[in-house]
């Protein structure tokens, strides 16, 4: 197909070429972040899965690096997590780099043993740049379940252990080591709790501080069963006890109700502070997305929170202070008072395809931001008074004809209560993310409009004032 380069993202990473899904073994070590990601370095659709890599002081501007690893005798290298072996458990090295990974044998998948997917370790002693596949690999044996992946480990401290977090069919299962060789299974999670439309994938548990108390966050991507169709990714909020995780709740919730962030798990290494990212399309109409010679992005980076609302504990997702820096001045418009249509054309010139719109309002009420173009393409994105729940409109946005799962208007619902809402939207060439009321409601989707959108404009059909709109340029200094 063509180049499609006005599609190219500036400061959401992908691949210069080919096919990428999950972001994997995602750690910061020496000031540097580490993304390696699902990828096929021979074609623009998925295939046999490789690791590759890239590096970034930010989380914004990204280097493409060597391929880190590379299909082999026991198979395809699935998604996985990577640690800094800092007490030198595994016998690896002092500070190596250890990828903890699936593999994925398709020569046993067809004779249907149920026994080809196996945890398998690698480490590097370079950061990152060369990598060595453990000699006695697996180090995790399937016992017969056909879906049995995407390992996250993660030093528990109390314990003074590895816990690997491993999606299992349809549940997830824990498991403990000394060394990162040797597992112990120490119990099973979700069976009959949270959404089941799907496989369990690329799962992530992690704690977080709410008022000083410690919560443990359980991250799950299911595929099919999102909410508004296909991938997505589920969570949970509880405790873990070093053995057992007990969710506060029995129901999931979604970390993002949007169609395009799957798979998405947080970095090692970052300490207290939980940084998210995940994989921007959705199984539905990956491998049918309209760009070349790359398929598929990055989410931008997110921090993670919790927050309280009524009874409920949930998630809070927010562009990193890395993002917010990329903004160029920015223009506020103050007191919008919009009945029916405003047209923000001959004060914002719309330059470029990254930008940033925060809007704030003390009256929340029915009203959309309208990104259109000469072609009559626009993308909507609001809320919905009566239904209470924000959206995201893609349905006029541009090419969509690649899938019949992919034009649509998507809502998420509205978990803030009270009146006064904020809400901050990053745009890229192809992708919004939204995030409402402190990043309590986030929305991801991608669109490929003929033209660039140019103009803006807010639309309301009960009325509303806009307190304030701010427009700011994301990057000049990206291509
Ligand atoms: C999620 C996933 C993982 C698997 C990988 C294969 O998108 O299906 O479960 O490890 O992709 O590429």
């Given at each position: 197909?063509?180049?499609?380069?006005?599609?190219?993202?500036?400061?959401?990473?992908?691949?210069?070429?080919h096919w990428m899904n999950d972001p994997n073994g995602m750690v910061y070590h020496k000031g540097t972040y580490h993304l390696f990601f699902q990828h096929y370095p021979e074609g623009m659709e998925w295939g046999p899965m490789h690791w590759g890599h890239a590096t970034s002081p930010d989380m914004v501007s990204w280097k493409e690096q060597p391929i880190a690893l590379f299909p082999d005798s026991l198979g395809m290298i699935f998604s996985g997590s990577a640690v800094i072996d800092a007490n030198n458990t595994a016998g690896f090295g002092k500070d190596a780099m250890v990828a903890i990974f699936t593999h994925h044998d398709q020569v046993a998948e067809k004779k249907g043993t149920n026994k080809h997917q196996n945890q398998?370790?690698?480490?590097?002693?370079?950061?990152?740049k060369t990598w060595k596949k453990y000699a006695q690999n697996p180090v995790l044996k399937n016992p017969g379940i056909p879906d049995f992946r995407d390992p996250k480990v993660s030093w528990h401290e109390a314990s003074k252990k590895w816990v690997m977090t491993l999606a299992t069919k349809d549940r997830?299962?824990?498991?403990?080591?000394?060394n990162?060789?040797?597992w112990t299974k120490l119990s099973e999670f979700g069976e009959k709790l949270g959404a089941h439309g799907g496989v369990w994938e690329c799962p992530d548990l992690f704690p977080l501080t709410l008022n000083g108390k410690t919560h443990w966050v359980l991250l799950v991507s299911i595929n099919p069963g999102g909410p508004n169709g296909g991938s997505a990714t589920q969570y949970f909020v509880g405790q873990f006890d070093g053995k057992t995780f007990t969710p506060q709740t029995t129901t999931q919730k979604w970390i993002d109700w949007g169609k395009d962030d799957y798979a998405g798990v947080t970095f090692a290494g970052t300490g207290a502070r939980k940084i998210f990212l995940g994989w921007m399309s959705n199984w539905e109409y990956a491998n049918q997305a309209p760009t070349s010679p790359?398929?598929?992005a990055m989410t931008a980076p997110r921090d993670l929170a919790l927050k309280q609302v009524g009874s409920e504990i949930y998630l809070t997702s927010t562009p990193t202070p890395e993002v917010a820096k990329l903004a160029q001045p920015a223009q506020t418009l103050k007191n919008l008072t919009v009945k029916s249509e405003l047209g923000l054309s001959d004060k914002v010139k719309m330059t470029s395809p990254q930008f940033q719109l925060k809007l704030s309002t003390k009256q929340l009420q029915d009203f959309a931001v309208v990104l259109s173009n000469a072609g009559g393409e626009e993308l909507v994105i609001g809320y919905d008074k009566k239904a209470n729940q924000y959206f995201i409109d893609r349905t006029k946005a541009g090419l969509s004809s690649f899938s019949d799962k992919f034009s649509g208007r998507h809502p998420?619902?509205?978990?803030a209560t009270g009146p006064a809402a904020d809400l901050?939207?990053?745009f890229?060439?192809?992708?919004?993310?939204?995030?409402?009321?402190g990043g309590l409601t986030t929305m991801t989707e991608i669109f490929f409009p003929k033209q660039p959108f140019t103009q803006l404009k807010l639309r309301s059909a009960t009325g509303i004032t806009v307190d304030a709109l701010t427009y700011a340029k994301l990057g000049n200094t990206l291509k």
């Open positions: 197909p063509p180049a499609t380069p006005q599609y190219r993202p500036a400061y959401h990473f992908t691949p210069a070429a398998s370790l690698a480490y590097s002693l370079d950061e990152g997830i299962t824990f498991f403990a080591s000394p990162l060789k040797d790359w398929r598929s998420g619902p509205r978990l901050t939207l990053l890229d060439a192809t992708s919004v993310e939204l995030f409402a009321d």
